[in-house]
């Protein structure tokens, strides 16, 4: 009798401990991660009229949660109350970290009771005291040995949509989760930074519109998503925290706007009447939404809304264009435009809450995917413009026979061909930095997963990275000094001019394992033309090596030298690709002759160099055969 007492006694103990922990979030010192929605509870206050204590005075406010995730959208803009129960089942205790991923909301106040009050703590997007250089929100859980503990967690989002989950982690999770989420940004960033510079310098050469518009879509859409991610909060000062939670729809119009310019241009859309209409209707519609946005008037919605119409509208266009009117670049915009709207209108759906598919690191994927393969298309694009340029400027020439004009148009030529060479170059010259760059990120990677990436290593291989983009720019530099236009003469040695034209092409020289011997016999300084005198080398030092890979010669050798002979300076250049055919040797520096495959040259090169030679420089420039190749003398 007393034992059946004894056992009803404790199947009432349990019972009532059950009952009591019912819905009760139980963690102890094992608990590493955790996600607490579906053991916690919602209330909206739908009029905005309750604090915390109306809210924790009635509990039958609040509603069980079935799932360990919510979205509502944009259409939300109420205060939402989340209710948990903690319960710390260890004799010891405990500190754990409350995880809250949505980086713009912008009011996320955590209350706990402490005695006979409530304690606060403040966050959000506007009141960051807490922020610990994390992109997501983090609380102390501090619970003592069998202690519960009810939490109330408050969210408004006024600006942002309002999706999330809720976790429960301890230290170690919480670092390991933020250190890998801000892996994935920084080379998200890193990337889009490269593809802007790259596409940056491409205009500043070709100076193509279509290049400064890429490089403002690329710039806005990088700035959307610092703002997105919740990065932005790192650069801008505190005191503009409210001004920034106001500036998604801006980052959104002028998101899509630079899309819009993009576009049109590599659509040719101002040709076509209707489409060019409907693209500067979307302009306008853009424009007012952002003149009427305001914090009582919030638009961000629209703008989203806004942003998925223009891209399914943009996706058609262009089918439409390849289809109907056999546009030349429609076919590659189609096949990129779809993998970009997978991600941008799957994440733009998301955020209003149409759909509830989280979509982790989507958007960055797609976006540089995006980015890199429009890059792609626009450097062949500048090839084909380029070709179609130099065939208008032969079409030309063979329509006038003035002399005047030949030159005219075969110096634009020159510069069309140069600036082709020394982009080839840039590319040759970035791809190794690229690569050290490219093993840098591996090994990061490889380190993190393997959890062997320390703070030491990560700086070291950080200061590398930076040393090698150092290196770079300083590449360009080089190219650009080349470029500037030099109208007056300076006194300078042949060796510095020798060595800054060898400078850049040493990477393609490098490529085609092409060695270069270089003999200083003079040293004093000439009068001339830095510049000229550079082209000029640069010119006769390529056409040597297209000699050597064109005749397939093992040991490719140049051979250059630089002396006095009978109180002249000279520069000599010799190749060992076995000489020049005894009928074209007198015909190598005329206008358009070239012994090169059709489309490895236009034969305009030697012209112009003779031309700067002994024109502008008052110089000569002669070309005979050796025992080894070709050699070509300038005598200054």
């Avoid at 807490?130 to 983090?138: E, G, H, I, N, S």
């Avoid at 309002?162 to 976790?167: M, P």
Wanted: proline share 1%; aromatic share 12%; glycine share 4%.
């Amino acid at each position: 009798m007393h034992i059946f007492k004894f056992q009803y006694f404790t199947f009432l103990l349990l019972l009532l401990h059950a009952t009591l922990t019912a819905n009760s979030i139980i963690i102890d010192n094992q608990t590493s991660d955790i996600s607490i929605l579906k053991n916690s509870q919602l209330y909206i206050d739908k009029y905005a009229q309750k604090g915390i204590t109306e809210v924790s005075n009635e509990p039958n406010l609040f509603s069980p949660i079935e799932q360990d995730h919510l979205n509502f959208g944009y259409k939300l803009k109420e205060p939402v109350w989340i209710k948990f129960t903690v319960v710390n089942s260890s004799n010891e205790s405990i500190n754990k970290k409350l995880v809250y991923n949505n980086v713009n909301t912008n009011i996320v106040n955590l209350y706990t009771m402490n005695e006979s009050n409530f304690d606060i703590i403040y966050n959000g997007s506007q009141n960051r005291k807490q922020f610990d250089k994390r992109l997501f929100f983090t609380f102390n859980i501090d619970l003592k040995a069998k202690e519960k503990k009810t939490y109330y967690l408050e969210l408004k989002s006024m600006t942002h949509s309002l999706y999330f989950k809720l976790f429960i982690q301890n230290e170690k999770i919480l670092i390991d989760s933020e250190l890998k989420n801000q892996l994935v940004q920084a080379l998200f960033f890193g990337g889009m930074l490269v593809i802007l510079i790259y596409n940056a310098i491409l205009y500043v050469f070709s100076r193509n519109s279509i290049y400064a518009y890429y490089v403002a879509m690329v710039f806005i859409l990088t700035l959307h998503h610092l703002s997105l991610r919740g990065m932005i909060s790192y650069i801008s000062p505190h005191s503009l925290s409210e001004f920034q939670s106001n500036m998604p729809v801006y980052y959104t119009s002028l998101a899509v706007i630079s899309v819009l310019l993009f576009a049109r241009k590599f659509l040719n859309l101002h040709k076509y009447k209707l489409i060019n209409l409907i693209i500067y209707l979307f302009f306008l519609i853009l424009v007012a939404i952002m003149l009427f946005n305001s914090r009582d008037n919030y638009l961000l919605e629209f703008a989203s809304h806004m942003a998925i119409v223009m891209s399914i509208s943009l996706e058609f266009i262009a089918i439409y264009l390849l289809v109907t009117k056999k546009e030349k670049y429609a076919k590659y915009f189609v096949g990129v435009w779809t993998i970009t709207l997978s991600g941008f209108t799957g994440t733009a759906l998301y955020h209003a809450g149409i759909i509830n598919l989280p979509t982790s690191h989507l958007f960055e994927a797609t976006l540089m995917a995006e980015a890199l393969l429009f890059s792609i298309i626009l450097a062949s694009q500048m090839n084909e413009l380029k070709n179609e340029k130099l065939q208008l400027s032969l079409e030309l020439l063979e329509q006038n026979n003035r002399e005047h004009q030949k030159d005219k148009i075969i110096q634009e030529q020159n510069k069309l061909v140069s600036m082709g060479e020394m982009l080839g170059e840039i590319s040759h010259q970035w791809r190794q930095p690229l690569s050290e760059i490219n093993a840098v990120v591996l090994n990061l990677d490889t380190d993190f997963n393997q959890k062997n990436l320390t703070r030491e290593t990560l700086n070291k291989n950080l200061e590398h990275i930076e040393e090698v983009i150092e290196h770079m720019s300083q590449t360009i530099e080089d190219f650009n000094s080349y470029y500037k236009k030099n109208t007056q003469k300076v006194y300078i040695t042949l060796e510095e001019i020798v060595y800054k034209a060898q400078n850049l092409l040493a990477s393609s020289m490098k490529s085609h394992n092409i060695q270069i011997d270089v003999e200083i016999n003079e040293h004093s300084k000439v009068h001339a033309y830095t510049g000229k005198l550079i082209q000029v080398l640069i010119a006769i030092i390529t056409n040597a090596k297209d000699a050597l890979i064109e005749n397939k010669v093992e040991a490719k050798k140049i051979y250059i030298c630089v002396k006095m002979e009978k109180n002249r300076h000279t520069i000599t250049i010799e190749d060992n690709a076995g000489g020049i055919r005894v009928e074209n040797i007198e015909k190598i520096f005329e206008p358009y002759f070239t012994t090169k495959f059709k489309g490895k040259g236009v034969g305009i090169g030697l012209y112009m160099s003779k031309k700067i030679i002994e024109e502008e420089a008052n110089a000569q420039l002669s070309v005979e055969n050796t025992l080894r190749g070709a050699r070509f003398k300038i005598i200054l």
